[in-house]
């Protein structure tokens, strides 16, 4: 078929080059992408075609700041394309989500309640194939990207319970027959700025609780991982629009340029943001100039301690998972392994003989054998080599892995790395990488202070079978981070608690417990039922 074009065309090779320049254009036209191979469907599925719409503002648009190409970080191939919203594109969400608010906060917390239900149900339908995009365009293996998915169907089951609850309090007052009340109210448009690692989920989180309290949404979900962005939003419109609503949720893919103007923008009442600490910075300052609030959930360097007592099997397991998971591209992956001295030698060789077997396990996201996937991108191994390099440099020894896995794709090998001290530039840094260091401590205090000494403070365990060493780990001289583990892993969490960490991870609250009040402002309201004006304290002012 090409040559027959190639023979049809001579003057084309006159006007616009060389023969060869015009195959590599048609080549590149006509190359195939995944979206439009059978073994593929899922994505069809999901209302995917070649190129997809990025903005959307009630309607679907595209976007005039150019295309993207999605890749499969395990094949290096196309998926398919995504048009980016401009600086325009985003002036129209922003006015269609600020206009949609004044009628959707006006609708009974119940009502919303049950818009959101209808989006947990929708997307259980939806759950086998969104799982599966997650997983071919960040390269999670398949269990966890539908588990990604099943997170926000989880936290929208959490929020329609919610809806139904969001209270306030009752105060005594010091003057007779007054009563202080305390009322939540939404605070109007919030924005949404994914991280490529999760970028289903923790749309999910905010998206759910934010709508359930009052408020719209307006998401721009990462560049590289738009067509997730695209099909979670498709399902969230079929909702709202079944139920002839405004656009209360609204997307704007794009770049750097979007993100800077939503924390700018000051209709933007809310700003989540997941990523770096160092743009994190950045967005707390401007969202604090301009009075507006901030959700920050940054970097972990997150510790796993095994005391001389723990159980030995489970902390096995546990450090396991929480170093290899997701290629260690969690923002709550174990990067350090604190073990004491007694059980240092033998659990680490333990978990050599682990990562060993894995390379079996080494493969496509999208095949059922596979444990262990791709990094997300040409950049991650490029770190992943510099800090291996940095590393062995301060006189690190490899344990095991270090090396590119020679395949096509973005392959790393799992590493463990030992011999360095607790506090070398190289481990107080968060890689976001598959390498983890290990350390030998010779009691809980010493390991507790390593724990704590990094910037960073999301998440923490602690492997033991004593009960004072379990309630020291939680108390004020414990862990300092918003995630402290007993018995399980510092990797992952469960909706019904916040989630969230302190220090330089941002301090930010999402999810469960009340988190919700973050997307909501508090109102002190003071009401006299009686016939006179006392003033408080008694002041008599004539």
């Not at 006189?395 to 973005?410: A, L, M, S, V, W």
Request: some cysteine; proline content about 4%; aromatic content about 8%.
């Amino acid at each position: 078929m090409l040559a027959a074009l190639l023979h049809r065309a001579p003057k084309l090779t006159h006007a616009f080059g060389s023969q060869a320049a015009i195959a590599t254009g048609f080549a590149r036209t006509m190359a195939t992408y995944l979206v439009e191979e059978d073994s593929y469907s899922f994505l069809k599925d999901l209302g995917l075609s070649r190129v997809n719409n990025g903005v959307y503002d009630g309607a679907w648009v595209a976007g005039k700041a150019g295309t993207v190409q999605s890749i499969d970080p395990a094949s290096g191939r196309v998926i398919a394309e995504v048009t980016t919203g401009s600086v325009q594109d985003l002036e129209r969400c922003l006015t269609a989500g600020t206009a949609a608010y004044q009628e959707w906060k006006k609708m009974p917390a119940p009502y919303r309640g049950e818009i959101v239900r209808q989006i947990g149900e929708e997307l259980r339908k939806y759950r086998e194939p969104l799982g599966k995009l997650v997983a071919l365009e960040m390269g999670k293996i398949l269990p966890e990207g539908v588990g990604e998915v099943q997170e926000f169907v989880d936290i929208c089951d959490y929020a329609v319970g919610l809806s139904r609850m969001v209270g306030g309090a009752i105060f005594p007052s010091e003057r007779p027959q007054h009563t202080i009340l305390e009322k939540w109210n939404p605070l109007g448009l919030v924005g949404v700025i994914s991280a490529f690692n999760f970028p289903c989920a923790v749309f999910g989180w905010n998206a759910a609780i934010a709508l359930t309290i009052g408020n719209t949404v307006l998401w721009k979900g990462a560049p590289s991982t738009s067509l997730v962005s695209v099909a979670t939003t498709k399902i969230v419109a079929d909702v709202i629009k079944r139920n002839n609503l405004p656009p209360v949720v609204t997307l704007c893919q794009g770049g750097d340029e979007i993100g800077k103007q939503m924390v700018k923008d000051e209709r933007v009442k809310l700003m989540s943001f997941t990523g770096s600490t160092a743009v994190g910075r950045t967005v707390g300052v401007e969202m604090q100039r301009r009075f507006g609030r901030c959700l920050l959930e940054l970097g972990g360097n997150n510790a796993l301690i095994i005391n001389d007592d723990a159980p030995q099997d489970m902390a096995l397991d546990a450090a396991f998972f929480g170093c290899i998971g997701t290629a260690g591209q969690r923002c709550t992956t174990t990067r350090r392994l604190i073990i004491h001295e007694k059980l240092y030698d033998g659990f680490v060789q333990k978990l050599v003989k682990r990562y060993t077997n894995l390379m079996q396990r080494v493969g496509h996201p999208l095949d059922q054998a596979t444990l262990y996937g791709p990094v997300h991108n040409q950049q991650a191994v490029e770190n992943y080599k510099q800090t291996i390099q940095e590393a062995v440099s301060l006189g690190g020894k490899i344990e095991c892995g270090g090396k590119i896995i020679q395949r096509p794709g973005f392959f790393v090998e799992p590493t463990i790395i030992s011999n360095l001290p607790h506090d070398a530039p190289v481990v107080k840094r968060e890689t976001f990488a598959p390498i983890v260091y290990v350390f030998r401590a010779k009691n809980l205090t010493e390991a507790i202070g390593w724990n704590n000494e990094v910037d960073q403070g999301l998440s923490s365990a602690l492997f033991t079978s004593n009960v004072q060493s379990a309630f020291q780990w939680i108390g004020e001289n414990g862990s300092d981070c918003g995630i402290v583990n007993i018995n399980t892993s510092p990797s992952g969490a469960e909706i019904g608690g916040a989630f969230g960490g302190e220090k330089h991870t941002g301090g930010g609250r999402e999810s469960g417990s009340d988190a919700w009040k973050q997307y909501a402002r508090r109102s002190t309201i003071t009401v006299n039922h009686s016939a006179d004006l006392p003033l408080a304290q008694g002041i008599v002012f004539e």
